[in-house]
Every structure is written in C-alpha cells, then in structure tokens.
C-alpha cells in the first residue's frame, strides 16, 4: 500500500515478527475500539440481511488498518504523534476544532461504554447487579487498575479480554454455523439488498473505533517501538489487530443470522444483546446464553479500559501542544503518571456518571453513534496533507498512490456515513 525508498536498503533490521510477539499494542488497539455499537450494527444487520453483508465488515476493518498504518507510520517517520503533527502543520483552528471534539466524544464515549458495561454486568448477574450501579462500579475499576496497574497490569488484562472475548464469541458462531456456501459468498461477493445502504454505511463505519486509533502512537511509545526497523513489525502487528476484529465482527453476524435472519424474527438496535442472548439459550441452551453475554462484557469492558488508559494520554498531549511545551516537557506530560494524564483520567470517569441513571441507553448510543462518525473522515483527510505534503529524512515511504486512493475512498465514504447517521437519528 505504500511506495519505496532508496534509504530503505540502509534501514537496520527490526524485530522479528512473530504471531506472539504481534499480540501486542496491536490488538490492545483491536480490543479498545471493539464496542457496544460494533456489537449492536453487527448484530442488526445479521438479524436483517443474513450473511449478504459479510463483506461490509472486511471493508471497515481494512479501511481502519490503512488509517492505523499511517498514523504509525508517520510516527516512525517523524518520532512525534499525529496531534503534535496537527499542531505544527495545520492551521490553529485544527486545535480548537479537536479539543473541543474531544471533550464531547470523551462524554458520550464513556457514557455509552460504562451503560454498556452495565448491561453486560446485570445480564451475567441476572439482575444482581443493575445496569445502572454496574456502569459505575465498571468506571471506578477503571479508574482504579489504570492508576495502580500501570501500562503493564493493563496490557495484561487486555489480552486476558480480548481472549475470553474472542473464544467466546467464536465458539458460540462455530456452534451455530451453517450454510458454509452463502457465507463464503458473503465474505466474498460485495451486495448491497434493496434498503440496507443504511445498514452497509454502519457497518463499514462502526467496526474498530475511532478516536480510539490515536492510541497506537502512544502505546507505541510504550513499548519503545522508535525509528524505520520497526516499520514492518507495525504493519504486522495493525494486521493482525484487524483481522481480529473482522472475525469478531464476522462472528456475531453469523450467530446473528442463525438466531434471528433464519428463524424470521425481526429485531431493533435495543433489543439486540438481551434478545441475542434468549435466542442462544434456545439453541445452545444455557452454555448460549453464559458463552455469548460473557463475551459480549469482555468486549465492552475491554473497550472501557482501553478509553480510560489511552484517551487521557491523548489530553496530556494536546495540554503540552497548546501550552508551547519543549519536547521533553511533552514527553514527560505524557506519562501515566503526571498529573495532566490523572486529571483527565479523572474527568473521564467523572463524566459519565450522571447518564448511569438517566434510563435512556438508546438516546446515549445514538449521541456516541453521530458523534464518533464525525472523527474518522477528518483522521483521513489530515492524513492525506501529513503523509504526502510533510517532507521527513527517515527512510519510511511516504502514501503510494493506492494509499492515497483508500484514504479519499474512506474520506468520501465517512461523510456519508455521518451525514445519514446524524439524519437518521434526528
């Protein structure tokens, strides 16, 4: 997807790339932009369309590879992050424009991700806990294990997440798959049915996050991940994060299509995870219903604590931006333990505390849902300027023109989807 360079001979050998050592800030990316509405879109447009729109799901999760690639990438290239890239190339109002766009997607991101955590709590517990109190105590732990278990403790109940939500959610389609022609066709065969450029828009634009994907610049940094010789361990590791996600994604649309699509029973966005999980207890039987709402609150928490650790980073680097901050003065601002970081990871699991209770979780999904599609064609565009306009000396190729044509694909693509998502939701 990108071009060459002659420096490229001279670049020193990175790290080997290996299946383990690839699950990583890869799919801690994975598992953090993996939320209640890829679960919910996924969900529907199974129940709707059966598997037809399989493909849509291998459409979003490639077109969120290219853009985490040249985010990556443009680290590597330069040693700074997108924003600080923004900063010093963009006009001021880019600024302005992004923080006041964070703050309001930090609302409405921890509002649907702690209501979704609720949900998922109260479903496993039978009610035990409820949903409201169970967003609460899912933001508080949040809270807790980011400040006292470091990136580390983090990174390790990530992966613990992410495989307990894999496994269960794969078992669950292996148990109730069928018809292995129509899904390869799916998969293989884009289709879109009369009345579902709706639903194809969703799907391609919910799967895998959005301001979630400015996360890998600074886990890369974590994990030392500086200068050319890592640039192909990236691109194997954002791989890898997105293939998982296109098999999660692929998943809970065949279960989907099992559970609802061919018994011909209609659903909408609200009913999709509590009425999963009835329809798997009639076909699995009890394994059904544990194994799917297990995976779907592994899904969601991991999505939590993947917000609550890396968007403060994201608010401590725009802090260092704005305050005209040296280098190292940016660098040390953007740790998990300076006090920038702590105060909007404070703020972060603040926030979405009063819509624990309002009782309204649609009316808090659709708020996440308009305002989350309003990110990714921005991303797209700036890097568009980035990645071919910004001149860098490290041996790391700018966008080929392939590149370039997926970047204004999405560009193109994302407006629609946020111009008929905020329509559809006014």
């Known amino acids: 997807m990108t071009g060459t360079t002659d420096a490229a001979a001279g670049r020193e050998q990175g790290p080997s790339v290996s299946f383990l050592k690839l699950a990583g800030p890869g799919l801690i990316v994975a598992a953090a932009g993996i939320g209640s509405g890829d679960v919910v879109s996924a969900t529907v447009g199974g129940a709707s369309y059966g598997v037809v729109l399989l493909w849509a799901i291998l459409v979003g999760a490639f077109f969120k590879f290219v853009l985490n690639e040249g985010i990556a990438r443009w680290q590597l290239a330069t040693g700074t992050t997108v924003l600080e890239g923004w900063a010093e190339h963009l006009p001021g109002w880019v600024k302005v424009y992004f923080g006041l766009y964070l703050v309001l997607w930090t609302v409405a991101v921890s509002a649907a991700l702690t209501n979704a955590t609720g949900l998922g709590i109260a479903n496993l517990t039978g009610g035990a806990i409820s949903q409201p109190w169970g967003a609460v105590l899912h933001s508080l732990f949040g809270f807790g294990f980011v400040i006292i278990g470091g990136y580390t403790g983090f990174e390790k109940l990530m992966k613990a997440l992410v495989a307990l939500m894999g496994f269960s959610i794969l078992i669950c389609a292996i148990l109730t798959f069928h018809q292995p022609g129509l899904t390869l066709r799916g998969l293989l065969l884009p289709v879109i049915p009369a009345g579902s450029g709706r639903q194809v828009l969703s799907l391609i634009g919910g799967i895998g996050g959005s301001i979630t994907i400015l996360s890998y610049n600074y886990w890369m ?206």
């Open 221 to 426: 940094r974590e994990e030392q991940m500086v200068g050319p010789r890592y640039l192909q361990y990236v691109r194997g590791d954002v791989a890898v994060a997105y293939l998982f996600t296109a098999i999660f994604g692929v998943s809970v649309m065949l279960i989907a299509n099992q559970a609802f699509f061919t018994a011909g029973v209609r659903i909408t966005d609200a009913q999709a995870v509590p009425k999963m999980a009835e329809m798997l207890g009639g076909i699995l039987g009890p394994f059904g219903v544990y194994a799917y709402s297990i995976g779907f609150w592994a899904a969601v928490f991991a999505s939590l604590l993947g917000v609550w650790q890396s968007v403060p980073y994201i608010y401590a680097d725009l802090y260092g931006i704005v305050r005209r901050a040296d280098a190292a003065t940016r660098a040390a601002a953007v740790k998990v333990t300076s006090v920038p970081y702590r105060l909007a990871l404070v703020f972060i699991t603040l926030a979405p505390m009063p819509f624990a209770f309002m009782r309204r979780p649609l009316f808090i999904i659709v708020t996440y849902t308009i305002v989350g599609s309003l990110f990714i064609p921005f991303l797209a565009a700036t890097l568009l300027y980035l990645n071919n306009k910004v001149r860098w000396s490290a041996p790391v190729p700018r966008n080929h023109w392939t590149t370039n044509a997926v970047l204004v694909l999405i560009l193109a693509l994302f407006v629609a989807v946020g111009a008929q998502e905020v329509i559809n939701a006014l």
